[in-house]
Nanobody, 125 residues
């Protein structure tokens, strides 16, 4: 098991910014790819951004590319999602997920082995 703890969610105004964090509690992210997914009310969970262990592969959903940035600090076992230029459509519960022994980033949620509990992001107009 890799307990994941997300933080940083909350309320932001449209055009504003938030930074989400995903920390591995008591474990290391060594060799794992990490991704962020989100789920809005009434919608399916969808891929937002992902990063591989060495950070040389980062992949973004088209809806967030250019606005969101994923990064990781392996020494701190933490992955970040910097979200800028937020809009109302970004409102969702955001989940971080880990895929073991993955050198690539996958957008299929079924590939991921461990999930966090989710953090709510609400963007107001």
């Amino acid at each position: 098991q890799v307990p994941l703890v997300e933080s940083g969610g909350g309320l932001a105004q449209a055009g504003g910014s938030l930074r989400l964090s995903c920390a591995a509690s008591g474990r290391t992210f060594s060799g794992y790819a990490v991704a962020w997914f989100r789920q809005a009310p009434g919608k399916e969970r969808s891929f937002v951004a992902g990063i591989n262990w060495t950070s040389d592969i980062r992949y973004y959903a088209s809806s967030v590319k250019g606005r969101f940035t994923i990064s990781r600090d392996n020494a701190r076992n933490t992955v970040y999602l910097q979200m800028n230029s937020l809009n109302i459509e970004d409102t969702a519960v955001y989940y971080c997920a880990v895929e073991r022994a993955a050198s690539m980033v996958h957008i299929d949620s079924g590939r991921y082995d461990y999930w966090g509990q989710g953090t709510q992001v609400t963007v107001s107009s």
